[in-house]
């Protein structure tokens, strides 16, 4: 949530009155130790080839998927950049009716080019995984190059994106329906020459914008050829991609993509590390280590003493006429009531 947000609901919570700009300077100090330790790392591994300690474990088969997001900037040169967000998992599991959760995932973001981006994913997976003991690895993505790149940076079978290969091919045919219907048959059996014939012909049929849009569409799938085949491996292992999507609006559109929000990029770089840190459970462990340990923040006397006079003579009388509905409702009889029942009565006591 917004640091103001934060702030307003910190006020309620706990009896220190910290502001959101307070809250903002923290965030920075504890991200920004972390931050500089991740780009030395990966400095250190471009340069050297080296590393760090790895819990070794081993998975067979690996899908890793890739996308971008652009977002706008304030006291920057630009007006936008790119944050770039990769997931890697083991597969993917049924959960409920016609539901499938990620096996293992691991996730990592950041504010860097494709050319550096790969190489801090590594980081990322071994620190989880002996990386040379997986046989088989999919990579998945949008079509853009530097997931591409990926592909060959890992030795990985690349797959286009269905969800984005369909939207473009709605956005280009969508007037065309028999045509649509055709191409997605040729994609379907694997038919390319096919394929491209059938675009070849409509875009000689078409005029204006929409001749545009299919010249584009062609261009699309012939950087993206590789990724229209299916993989033998991958089907029979039952792997497959498409779950970017719904990990970029998690990890990044919902909290930095809204309406007139704009930060600098290492405000940026700070907010993903927050999330991707409590994401792996790891917040805790980066706030209490025994080296380089953020300084505490203090608070000055004379602001704590103000903040317990204000505090003490604040009237309370309402917070004990509440009454507990659940003591005396429907559930009343069913164990958790009863032990609030037997907190009343302490408290009475």
């Given at each position: 949530?917004?640091?103001?947000?934060?702030?307003?609901?910190?006020?309620?919570?706990?009896?220190?009155?910290?502001?959101?700009?307070?809250?903002?300077?923290?965030?920075?100090?504890?991200?920004?130790?972390?931050?500089?330790?991740?780009?030395?790392?990966?400095?250190?591994?471009?340069?050297?080839?080296?590393?760090?300690?790895?819990?070794?474990?081993?998975?067979?088969?690996?899908?890793?998927?890739?996308?971008?997001?652009?977002?706008?900037?304030?006291?920057?040169?630009?007006?936008?950049?790119?944050?770039?967000?990769?997931?890697?998992?083991?597969?993917?599991?049924?959960?409920?009716?016609?539901?499938?959760?990620?096996?293992?995932?691991?996730?990592?973001?950041?504010?860097?080019?494709?050319?550096?981006?790969?190489?801090?994913?590594?980081?990322?997976?071994?620190?989880?995984?002996d990386l040379s003991g997986t046989n088989y690895m999919l990579l998945g993505g949008d079509g853009a190059s530097w997931i591409r790149e990926g592909a060959e940076y890992f030795g990985a079978d690349?797959?286009?994106?269905?969800?984005?290969?369909?939207?473009?091919?709605?956005?280009?045919?969508?007037?065309?329906?028999?045509?649509?219907?055709?191409?997605?048959?040729?994609?379907?059996q694997e038919n390319l020459p096919a394929l491209f014939t059938l675009l070849d012909k409509a875009g000689g049929l078409a005029t204006g914008d929409v001749r545009k849009d299919i010249v584009k569409?062609?261009?699309?799938?012939?950087?993206?050829?590789?990724?229209?085949?299916?993989?033998?491996?991958?089907?029979?292992?039952?792997?497959?991609?498409?779950?970017?999507?719904?990990?970029?609006?998690?990890?990044?559109?919902?909290?930095?993509?809204?309406?007139?929000?704009?930060?600098?990029?290492?405000?940026?770089?700070?907010?993903?590390?927050?999330?991707?840190?409590?994401?792996?459970?790891?917040?805790?462990?980066?706030?209490?280590?025994?080296?380089?340990?953020?300084?505490?923040?203090?608070?000055?006397?004379?602001?704590?003493?103000?903040?317990?006079?204000?505090?003490?003579?604040?009237?309370?009388?309402?917070?004990?006429?509440?009454?507990?509905?659940?003591?005396?409702?429907?559930?009343?009889?069913?164990?958790?009531?009863?032990?609030?029942?037997?907190?009343?009565?302490?408290?009475?006591?």
């Amino acid at each position: 949530m917004p640091f103001r947000r934060s702030a307003e609901i910190l006020a309620k919570a706990i009896p220190l009155n910290l502001s959101h700009q307070t809250i903002h300077r923290i965030v920075a100090r504890v991200a920004d130790i972390h931050l500089e330790k991740q780009d030395s790392l990966l400095e250190w591994f471009q340069r050297n080839g080296e590393l760090p300690d790895s819990k070794n474990l081993v998975s067979e088969r690996m899908v890793v998927e890739a996308d971008g997001i652009m977002l706008s900037l304030q006291r920057e040169k630009t007006r936008k950049t790119e944050a770039k967000l990769g997931i890697a998992y083991e597969g993917r599991k049924k959960s409920g009716n016609n539901r499938f959760i990620t096996v293992n995932k691991s996730v990592y973001a950041d504010v860097i080019s494709g050319d550096s981006f790969w190489p801090a994913m590594t980081l990322k997976l071994s620190r989880r995984y002996d990386l040379s003991g997986t046989n088989y690895m999919l990579l998945g993505g949008d079509g853009a190059s530097w997931i591409r790149e990926g592909a060959e940076y890992f030795g990985a079978d690349y797959r286009l994106c269905r969800f984005h290969l369909n939207r473009n091919l709605s956005r280009a045919l969508g007037h065309d329906r028999d045509t649509l219907k055709a191409i997605k048959e040729a994609l379907h059996q694997e038919n390319l020459p096919a394929l491209f014939t059938l675009l070849d012909k409509a875009g000689g049929l078409a005029t204006g914008d929409v001749r545009k849009d299919i010249v584009k569409l062609s261009g699309y799938l012939k950087s993206n050829f590789s990724g229209l085949k299916t993989h033998p491996e991958m089907d029979n292992a039952g792997l497959n991609t498409g779950v970017i999507e719904g990990n970029i609006d998690k990890f990044i559109a919902r909290r930095m993509k809204n309406q007139g929000m704009s930060r600098s990029i290492q405000g940026i770089r700070r907010m993903l590390w927050l999330r991707i840190a409590l994401y792996d459970n790891k917040l805790n462990d980066y706030l209490y280590t025994e080296t380089d340990k953020p300084e505490s923040y203090k608070l000055p006397p004379k602001s704590i003493r103000r903040i317990i006079d204000k505090h003490l003579e604040q009237d309370y009388t309402q917070y004990f006429k509440a009454r507990v509905p659940a003591l005396t409702g429907p559930h009343a009889s069913r164990p958790w009531a009863e032990y609030l029942k037997s907190i009343t009565r302490d408290t009475m006591i």
